[in-house]
Antibody, heavy 121, light 111 residues
Framework: EVQLVESGGGLVQPGGSLRLSCAAS????????MSWVRQAPGKGLEWVSV???????YYADSVKGRFTISRHNSKNTLYLQMNSLRAEDTAVYYC???????????????WGQGTMVTVSS | QSALTQPASVSGSPGQSITISCTGTSSDVGSYNLVSWYQQHPGKAPKLMIYEGSKRPSGVSNRFSGSKSGNTASLTISGLQAEDEADYYCCSYAGSSTYVVFGGGTKLTVL
C-alpha cells in the first residue's frame, strides 16, 4: 500500500527547533518529488518546501533560511528540520508526494495524515 | 492573503451542480495548465480530485470536473451528494521562484 506517515510534531518554544519525519511505504522517496505542506489552525494550505529526486531543494519565502528539507534513502524517509521557530509556524504539517512533468510540479497525489506543530511559550 | 482567490463558501442541494472558482494571475493560473484541486474533510488530509486543470485521478468520481479560462480555473461538482460536503482548495504552479501557490479554500455545504 502506498502510504506516508508523519511524526515528530509537538509543542516547542519560540526560537526552538523540531525535526519532522515522514516515512514512506509502497514507493521510493528518493525517486520522487516530495514536499511539505502546512495548514495553520482554521486556515488554508501553504506549500513549504520540496526536494526533487535529483536532490534540488526549494523553499517558501516564509521559511527560507530556517527550514531544511532532506531525505534518508535507506530509511525511505523524508525530513523537515525546523529552526528558529515562530508562533506563525504553528500548523499541521503534511508530507506529500508530487507528480511532475519533467521538473514542473503538476499535483500532490499522496498525502500523509499530518503532524501538529505548536510554537508557544 | 492567499495567492489564488476562491470564494469562502458555496452551497447546493443534493442532486444540483455547483462551481467553485479559483482566480490567479498571468504568472500562475494564466500561464500554465497546471491547476489541481483538493478535497479536505474535517480533520483529514487533502485528497487530489483534479490535476492538469481537468484530469481526474483513478477512483475520483466523474461528477467532478475542471476547466480554465484565462486566469480563472473552476471546479464543477454535478449531482451533489452529502459526502461532497468538505473544503476544496485549488493549487497552481507559479514559476521557478514562487513555485506552488494554493487558494484560500472554499467550504462546500450540501443543504
Amino acid at each position: 500500500e502506498v502510504q506516508l506517515v508523519e511524526s515528530g510534531g509537538g509543542l516547542v518554544q519560540p526560537g526552538g527547533s523540531l525535526r519532522l519525519s515522514c516515512a514512506a511505504s509502497g514507493f521510493t522517496v528518493s525517486s520522487n518529488y516530495m514536499s511539505w505542506v502546512r495548514q495553520a489552525p482554521g486556515k488554508g494550505l501553504e506549500w513549504v518546501s520540496v526536494i526533487y529526486s535529483g536532490g534540488s531543494t526549494y523553499y517558501a519565502d516564509s521559511v527560507k533560511g530556517r527550514f531544511t528539507i532532506s531525505r534518508h534513502n535507506s530509511k525511505n524517509t523524508l525530513y523537515l528540520q525546523m529552526n528558529s521557530l515562530r508562533a506563525e509556524d504553528t500548523a499541521v504539517y503534511y508530507c506529500a508526494r508530487g507528480v511532475v512533468i519533467t521538473t514542473i510540479p503538476v499535483a500532490f497525489d499522496i498525502w500523509g495524515q499530518g503532524t501538529m506543530v505548536t510554537v508557544s511559550s | 492573503q492567499s495567492a489564488l482567490t476562491q470564494p469562502a463558501s458555496v452551497s447546493g442541494s443534493p442532486g444540483q451542480s455547483i462551481t467553485i472558482s479559483c482566480t490567479g494571475t498571468s504568472s500562475d493560473v494564466g500561464s500554465y495548465n497546471l491547476v489541481s484541486w483538493y478535497q479536505q474533510h474535517p480533520g483529514k488530509a487533502p485528497k487530489l480530485m483534479i490535476y492538469e486543470g481537468s484530469k481526474r485521478p483513478s477512483g475520483v468520481s466523474n461528477r467532478f470536473s475542471g476547466s480554465k479560462s484565462g486566469n480563472t480555473a473552476s471546479l464543477t461538482i454535478s449531482g451533489l451528494q452529502a459526502e461532497d460536503e468538505a473544503d476544496y482548495y485549488c493549487c497552481s504552479y507559479a514559476g521557478s521562484s514562487t513555485y506552488v501557490v494554493f487558494g484560500g479554500g472554499t467550504k462546500l455545504t450540501v443543504l
